[in-house]
């Protein structure tokens, strides 16, 4: 079965601090992707990866960073949180050649 | 560019009843794909079907059923008898053809809110 992981389900930040979010995969997927989900705004895609040590940005990357140093592992960072990066975090994960995204659980993070 | 509108931002039904949850999109691919995922309030994102944009044939699946109209570019998505489990986030994606640095990027909608009542 079909297994996307994400570390933390609720995460409460002060300003400033720096955050990392994690997701795993367990399906040997080469894609993954990170989006923000914001009520009325949908889904948006802030990086996404492609292979090992490899990321393109998405649509709203301002603020963010990634890592995928493993293949089953990709990391989003808030280098230095604020309170508009309040939302829900959502890790997915494709198959090259593959349109279906599988999803994570889902991280909802609070900047106080 | 691609988009993708989800004009009804909340639906509330009563049990039983059916609902259609409508999905626009805009692309210049000739070859793209169309999604349904349900996001339940657990709040993982379960994926529902996948329209490639060649097969406009209607697919129905038990209570749910979808519509593709290449003339109106919809992708609309109809819940019969509905029940109070159907309560969720629904999305419509799209997605254009594979290759070059597409990676398997989706365009999402704002989503539509569904709440059944008993």
């Known amino acids: 079965d079909v297994k996307v992981t994400q570390s933390s389900r609720y995460l409460v930040k002060r300003t400033g601090e720096k955050v990392f979010l994690e997701c795993v995969q367990d399906?040997?997927?080469?894609?993954m992707f990170w989006y923000r989900q914001d009520p009325g705004l949908g889904l948006r895609l802030i990086y996404f990866?492609?292979?090992?040590?490899?990321?393109e940005k998405g649509d709203i990357p301002e603020g963010y960073s990634v890592s995928r140093e493993k293949k089953e592992r990709f990391s989003l960072i808030l280098e230095s949180a604020s309170t508009n990066q309040t939302s829900m975090y959502l890790c997915?994960?494709?198959?090259?050649?593959?349109?279906?995204?599988?999803f994570g659980p889902g991280t909802r993070l609070t900047v106080l | 560019a691609q988009k993708v509108t989800q004009a009804q931002t909340e639906i509330s039904v009563v049990e039983k009843e059916d609902v259609t949850l409508d999905c626009v999109y805009e692309?210049?691919?000739?070859?793209?794909?169309l999604f349904w995922y349900k996001q339940p309030p657990s709040g993982e994102l379960v994926f529902l079907i996948r329209?490639?944009?060649?097969?406009?044939q209607n697919e129905i699946s038990g209570r749910y059923s979808w519509n593709f109209q290449k003339s109106t570019s919809s992708f609309n998505f109809t819940i019969t008898a509905s029940q109070v489990v159907d309560s969720a986030v629904y999305f419509c994606?799209?997605?254009?053809?594979?290759?070059?640095?597409?990676?398997?990027?989706?365009?999402f909608g704002q989503g539509t809110i569904l709440t059944v009542h008993p």
């Open positions: 329209r490639n944009s060649f097969d406009e």
């Open positions: 692309t210049r691919d000739t070859t793209y794909y």
């Open positions: 399906m040997d997927h080469e894609n």
């Open positions: 997915a994960s494709s198959p090259s050649g593959k349109r279906e995204q599988f």
């Open positions: 990866s492609y292979d090992v040590k490899m990321k």
């Open positions: 994606a799209l997605g254009g053809k594979m290759g070059g640095t597409s990676y398997g990027k989706l365009t």
